[in-house]
């Protein structure tokens, strides 16, 4: 009988008790190393671009990081110089800038996609004078012949709920190369967040 009883109490009292798992879970702030990773270098040199990458991880708003098929993509960039570009028309000032030249493959193709960054597309311009003028930071990306999320479900295993195109480049502080989407304006504003994300690390030398 008081085993009865007893049980009977610590039933009611556990229906009665708040939930906090839910709220817990919900408020945990996200790690700071998925915000080094995500947050990108305003500052960054497109000379810094200049290389090969390789594929090694992904970013999901609501999945959070991914892991990645192994060499699945390769970015090849190159930091070229423009020569005598109008870079302030107000006051007709030409300047030599840097833009963004490459291509990416995917190895579940084997075709390689062109790719390039306008000099005008950085988060910074700053012009000088006559001659001179340099940018820096995140741009915007075009990949020409491929489709707007790049195979990311079938190299990640995760669908976007809002597939949009990816179209966004940046390098992060850690040295890491990102490309992907996002709501709105990334490469000129901090505060905006990815919505998917392909991560790439730097292909070592022979």
Same mark, same amino acid.
């Given at each position: 009988?008081?085993?009865?009883?007893?049980?009977?109490? =610590?039933?009611? @009292?556990?229906?009665? /008790?708040? !939930?906090?798992?839910?709220? %817990? +879970?919900?408020? $945990?702030?996200?790690?700071? &190393?998925?915000?080094?990773?995500?947050?990108?270098?305003?500052?960054?040199?497109?000379?810094?671009?200049?290389?090969?990458?390789?594929?090694?991880?992904?970013?999901?708003?609501?999945?959070? =990081?991914?892991? @990645?098929?192994?060499? /699945?993509? !390769?970015?090849?960039?190159? %930091? +070229?110089?423009? $020569?005598?570009?109008?870079? &302030?028309?107000?006051?007709?000032?030409?300047?030599?800038?840097?833009?963004?030249?490459?291509?990416?493959?995917?190895?579940g193709d084997g075709t390689s996609y062109e790719c390039d960054a306008s000099w005008d597309g950085f988060t910074n311009?700053?012009?000088?004078?006559?001659?001179?003028?340099? +940018?820096?930071?995140?741009?915007?990306?075009?990949?020409?012949?491929?489709?707007?999320?790049?195979?990311?479900?079938?190299?990640?295993?995760?669908?976007?709920?809002?597939?949009?195109?990816?179209?966004?480049?940046?390098?992060?502080?850690?040295?890491?190369?990102?490309?992907?989407?996002?709501?709105?304006?990334?490469?000129?504003?901090?505060?905006?967040?990815?919505?998917?994300?392909?991560?790439?690390?730097?292909?070592?030398?022979?």
């Amino acid at each position: 009988m008081k085993k009865t009883i007893l049980l009977v109490l =610590m039933t009611a @009292v556990l229906m009665a /008790a708040p !939930t906090f798992c839910t709220t %817990a +879970v919900s408020a $945990e702030p996200e790690p700071a &190393q998925e915000q080094n990773v995500l947050a990108l270098d305003y500052e960054a040199l497109p000379t810094a671009y200049d290389g090969t990458w390789t594929l090694t991880g992904a970013y999901e708003a609501e999945a959070g =990081m991914l892991d @990645v098929v192994p060499d /699945a993509c !390769t970015l090849t960039l190159r %930091a +070229v110089i423009s $020569e005598d570009v109008l870079v &302030q028309m107000e006051k007709y000032v030409h300047a030599d800038v840097y833009e963004l030249e490459g291509s990416i493959c995917f190895a579940g193709d084997g075709t390689s996609y062109e790719c390039d960054a306008s000099w005008d597309g950085f988060t910074n311009v700053r012009v000088h004078g006559k001659d001179s003028c340099d +940018v820096s930071g995140a741009n915007m990306l075009v990949i020409r012949g491929i489709e707007a999320d790049m195979y990311f479900e079938q190299i990640t295993g995760v669908r976007p709920p809002d597939v949009r195109r990816i179209r966004f480049i940046g390098l992060n502080a850690e040295g890491q190369l990102l490309i992907g989407c996002s709501e709105n304006h990334i490469e000129k504003d901090a505060d905006a967040q990815w919505l998917y994300a392909y991560i790439f690390t730097r292909a070592q030398e022979d």
